[in-house]
């Protein structure tokens, strides 16, 4: 299918107009004897199974040593793949280099912070930098596509492997030699980069390129903004990696769309992803939640934003897990209905291929105990069972591929280089964290039962009449100038603690802060005040404040105050501010207010915005709503976020039917159901920016 802007979505080797939603896993045949094969495409088959990911660690597999390459046992495996009608998402193997090459070469091995390597023995033990691995990797992918170019089954190449999981920050000469390479095209000259790192500090000042290292273990906090480069440079490293295997795929496979899987889940932070998405056919995502409170808002919001990421065109769910990851401390299986709601719920944010890690669980090897569709206990358990419900479901659900989720009214702004910066060390406090910050703001809009997308600084913000920007730390001007505009021609801007702070070289604007806010937002800061780990202040609206308080002064008359602070050093200052500007308006948010807290003043900030919830009172808050559309049939996917019984006889549209989906007017915990309405009239598909 193509898919707009000449992007492609996965070749379907057979009937390839026919409209369906892929389902599979990771297959890693080579762990099992031949016979187990034929089971294998049995069983893929009963459980609605249309598309592996192959060969991902195969490396030393294919190529045992340097001119010795064996490919027909992958030979057999994508022939059989094809003879049961399962097309292949397959790897270009380079994910980890065999003992081969790492013993050959060792300065392909990273080396850490600390001058150690990282020596072989685990996985994706090389360094991004490095011209041998680069070499050696390029070689094996034009042999895999020279190889499988032809390839009846071949759907989509999928670059490595989740790039950047254990490799991404590599301090060695190879890294050193690149980093100066990027700072020279960054600031051309050593004077810029000295005024831009503000090298007069602590005696830093740099005379020769040479001179320049990446942020080794230093004495004391290294130079910010050699930190910040050196993250984005890091990014930028992998990046170019992705290109050019993609390049080598492009000249051989012209017809076959490229992915590599992203990391948008949790802490993950080291690639900018927004940077990233315009280098791929599509986008694909691993998705793997932390139990918790959080975990299942954190699980649509990663979603969201992938979906975001992938601008509006379908998505592929590489990886997620049928039950238990084999990676935290204490590793809970899923609870009964857990499988399928989070598999749903990427769908209901655009996925259109839904994946997990891994086909059958491995006898032996590091992640013997990670979950998979076919368990240790084989095809009769209710894991299995639970799968083939899944992939019955998806089968039913084929007339949503392709559609697209309507626009919401609200933008969260995800800004990659904020949380890269607001973490870094020597600031007010060390316990800011970015993503949470964000994360409160999506739970306490899914509280009120206002949908939000989540996009990235890339994406057009214009049609948002509502662009909540948490800890918005690091502000170029032409950001700046985009979200003045946004208010001046009647758009709403809501803004936190720690935002407008630095340009894009991580120095402050001066004159009060927040700098590039102080005239939007109507305020001036004069001193931040961070709370210590455990304390609390309280506000007027009965809310509590953690993490941070600040010095508020109002600047201008129409700026007005939404809530003040009742106890601490700031009592009797504004803590909460709307400043009107037109139609439009700007809020500040000087605290962290938590979920709980936000969604107490939301209400105000979401009546400023003239924003309201179009869900009916009862189901408001308990239900995670989004909608798929095509134009003509609306798909409303609602996933129960409570654990009460919701009652849905007031939604529109009648429930579609099928095994893993509700159909009964109460929704259960855990449960998802999917009903189709005629599309509202005059309403386009409208994808998020
Ligand atoms: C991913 C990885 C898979 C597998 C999985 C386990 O990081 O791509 O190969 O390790 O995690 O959760």
């Given at each position: 299918?193509?898919?707009?802007?000449?992007?492609?979505?996965?070749?379907?080797?057979?009937?390839?107009?026919?409209?369906?939603?892929?389902?599979?896993?990771?297959?890693?045949?080579?762990?099992?004897?031949?016979?187990?094969?034929?089971?294998?495409?049995?069983?893929?088959?009963?459980?609605?199974?249309?598309?592996?990911?192959?060969?991902?660690?195969?490396?030393?597999?294919?190529?045992?040593?340097?001119?010795?390459?064996?490919?027909?046992?992958?030979?057999?495996?994508?022939?059989?793949?094809?003879?049961?009608?399962?097309?292949?998402?397959?790897?270009?193997?380079?994910?980890?280099?065999?003992?081969?090459?790492?013993?050959?070469?060792?300065?392909?091995?990273?080396?850490?912070?600390?001058?150690?390597?990282?020596?072989?023995?685990?996985?994706?033990?090389?360094?991004?930098?490095?011209?041998?691995?680069?070499?050696?990797?390029?070689?094996?992918?034009?042999?895999?596509?020279?190889?499988?170019?032809?390839?009846?089954?071949?759907?989509?190449?999928?670059?490595?492997?989740?790039?950047?999981?254990?490799?991404?920050?590599?301090?060695?000469?190879?890294?050193?030699?690149?980093?100066?390479?990027?700072?020279?095209?960054?600031?051309?000259?050593?004077?810029?980069?000295?005024?831009?790192?503000?090298?007069?500090?602590?005696?830093?000042?740099?005379?020769?390129?040479?001179?320049?290292?990446?942020?080794?273990?230093?004495?004391?906090?290294?130079?910010?903004?050699?930190?910040?480069?050196?993250?984005?440079?890091?990014?930028?490293?992998?990046?170019?990696?992705?290109?050019?295997?993609?390049?080598?795929?492009?000249?051989?496979?012209?017809?076959?769309?490229?992915?590599?899987?992203?990391?948008?889940?949790?802490?993950?932070?080291?690639?900018?992803?927004?940077?990233?998405?315009?280098?791929?056919?599509?986008?694909?995502?691993?998705?793997?939640?932390?139990?918790?409170?959080?975990?299942?808002?954190?699980?649509?919001?990663?979603?969201?934003?992938?979906?975001?990421?992938?601008?509006?065109?379908?998505?592929?769910?590489?990886?997620?897990?049928?039950?238990?990851?084999?990676?935290?401390?204490?590793?809970?299986?899923?609870?009964?209905?857990?499988?399928?709601?989070?598999?749903?719920?990427?769908?209901?944010?655009?996925?259109?291929?839904?994946?997990?890690?891994?086909?059958?669980?491995?006898?032996?090897?590091?992640?013997?105990?990670?979950?998979?569709?076919?368990?240790?206990?084989?095809?009769?358990?209710?894991?299995?069972?639970?799968?083939?419900?899944?992939?019955?479901?998806?089968?039913?659900?084929?007339?949503?591929?392709?559609?697209?989720?309507?626009?919401?009214?609200?933008?969260?702004?995800f800004d990659w280089e904020s949380w890269w910066a607001s973490e870094l060390d020597s600031h007010p406090t060390s316990l800011l964290r970015y993503r949470r910050e964000a994360l409160d703001w999506y739970s306490a809009l899914l509280a009120a039962g206002v949908r939000a997308d989540v996009v990235t600084p890339v994406g057009d913000l214009t049609a948002y009449p509502l662009v909540v920007a948490p800890i918005l730390y690091v502000v170029p001007d032409p950001l700046?100038?985009?979200?003045?505009?946004?208010?001046?021609?009647?758009?709403?801007?809501?803004?936190?603690?720690?935002?407008?702070?630095?340009?894009?070289?991580?120095?402050?604007?001066?004159?009060?802060?927040?700098?590039?806010?102080?005239?939007?937002?109507?305020?001036?800061?004069?001193?931040?005040?961070?709370?210590?780990?455990g304390e609390a202040v309280e506000l007027d609206l009965g809310v509590t404040g953690t993490l941070w308080t600040d010095r508020v002064d109002l600047t201008d008359p129409a700026t007005e105050v939404v809530a003040t602070y009742k106890t601490g050093e700031q009592a009797g200052r504004p803590a909460v501010t709307l400043h009107r500007a037109g139609s439009g308006s700007a809020s500040y948010v000087s605290t962290r207010l938590g979920p709980e807290g936000l969604a107490?003043?939301?209400?105000?900030?979401?009546?400023?915005?003239?924003?309201?919830?179009?869900?009916?009172?009862?189901?408001?808050?308990?239900?995670?709503?989004?909608?798929?559309?095509?134009?003509?049939?609306?798909?409303?996917?609602?996933?129960?976020?409570?654990?009460?019984?919701?009652?849905?006889?007031?939604?529109?549209?009648?429930?579609?039917?099928?095994?893993?989906?509700?159909?009964?007017?109460?929704?259960?915990?855990?449960?998802?159901?999917?009903?189709?309405?005629?599309?509202?009239?005059?309403?386009?598909?409208?994808?998020?920016?």
């Amino acid at each position: 299918m193509e898919a707009d802007n000449g992007r492609r979505w996965l070749r379907w080797p057979s009937d390839p107009a026919r409209a369906r939603l892929a389902y599979g896993a990771d297959y890693n045949p080579e762990q099992w004897p031949r016979e187990t094969w034929d089971e294998d495409m049995r069983a893929m088959r009963a459980a609605g199974v249309n598309i592996v990911s192959l060969a991902i660690f195969s490396w030393a597999r294919i190529q045992p040593r340097r001119d010795v390459w064996d490919f027909q046992w992958l030979d057999d495996v994508m022939d059989l793949l094809h003879a049961n009608g399962i097309a292949v998402d397959l790897a270009t193997a380079t994910a980890t280099p065999p003992p081969w090459l790492t013993t050959a070469h060792p300065e392909i091995l990273p080396v850490d912070r600390h001058g150690h390597t990282v020596w072989p023995g685990a996985r994706q033990h090389w360094r991004p930098t490095s011209p041998v691995f680069r070499e050696h990797a390029l070689r094996l992918t034009r042999a895999m596509a020279g190889r499988y170019r032809d390839h009846p089954a071949l759907a989509a190449w999928h670059v490595s492997n989740e790039l950047g999981c254990h490799n991404v920050y590599d301090y060695s000469q190879d890294a050193a030699e690149a980093f100066r390479r990027w700072l020279r095209g960054r600031y051309g000259t050593l004077e810029t980069l000295n005024l831009a790192w503000a090298t007069t500090f602590w005696s830093q000042h740099y005379s020769e390129w040479d001179q320049i290292l990446p942020p080794r273990l230093a004495a004391s906090y290294p130079n910010p903004t050699q930190q910040l480069d050196f993250i984005r440079f890091s990014s930028d490293a992998l990046k170019d990696h992705l290109r050019a295997e993609r390049d080598v795929l492009r000249e051989l496979t012209p017809g076959i769309p490229v992915t590599t899987n992203f990391m948008v889940m949790g802490e993950m932070k080291a690639m900018n992803y927004a940077d990233w998405a315009s280098e791929v056919d599509f986008v694909s995502n691993d998705h793997y939640p932390r139990p918790g409170p959080g975990a299942r808002d954190e699980l649509s919001f990663s979603a969201n934003l992938t979906g975001s990421l992938a601008g509006g065109r379908p998505w592929c769910l590489m990886e997620h897990a049928t039950s238990a990851v084999n990676w935290q401390p204490v590793n809970l299986a899923k609870q009964a209905g857990g499988m399928a709601r989070d598999s749903l719920t990427h769908v209901a944010y655009g996925a259109d291929a839904v994946c997990f890690f891994q086909w059958r669980q491995s006898a032996g090897g590091a992640e013997k105990y990670h979950s998979a569709m076919v368990p240790h206990a084989g095809e009769d358990s209710e894991l299995f069972r639970s799968v083939a419900e899944l992939g019955a479901t998806l089968a039913a659900l084929a007339p949503v591929a392709g559609t697209r989720r309507r626009r919401a009214d609200v933008a969260i702004l995800f800004d990659w280089e904020s949380w890269w910066a607001s973490e870094l060390d020597s600031h007010p406090t060390s316990l800011l964290r970015y993503r949470r910050e964000a994360l409160d703001w999506y739970s306490a809009l899914l509280a009120a039962g206002v949908r939000a997308d989540v996009v990235t600084p890339v994406g057009d913000l214009t049609a948002y009449p509502l662009v909540v920007a948490p800890i918005l730390y690091v502000v170029p001007d032409p950001l700046a100038r985009r979200l003045e505009d946004h208010v001046a021609s009647g758009g709403h801007l809501v803004t936190t603690y720690f935002s407008g702070i630095v340009d894009q070289n991580d120095q402050v604007r001066l004159g009060g802060y927040p700098g590039a806010f102080r005239d939007l937002l109507g305020i001036r800061v004069e001193e931040f005040g961070p709370l210590p780990d455990g304390e609390a202040v309280e506000l007027d609206l009965g809310v509590t404040g953690t993490l941070w308080t600040d010095r508020v002064d109002l600047t201008d008359p129409a700026t007005e105050v939404v809530a003040t602070y009742k106890t601490g050093e700031q009592a009797g200052r504004p803590a909460v501010t709307l400043h009107r500007a037109g139609s439009g308006s700007a809020s500040y948010v000087s605290t962290r207010l938590g979920p709980e807290g936000l969604a107490v003043i939301l209400p105000r900030l979401l009546d400023a915005a003239g924003v309201t919830s179009e869900l009916p009172p009862e189901v408001r808050g308990l239900v995670d709503v989004t909608i798929r559309t095509d134009g003509t049939d609306d798909y409303w996917f609602v996933i129960n976020r409570s654990d009460r019984h919701v009652d849905l006889t007031a939604l529109p549209g009648a429930p579609l039917r099928a095994p893993s989906l509700a159909t009964e007017a109460v929704l259960a915990p855990r449960r998802v159901q999917v009903r189709r309405a005629p599309a509202r009239d005059g309403d386009s598909p409208r994808p998020p920016a």
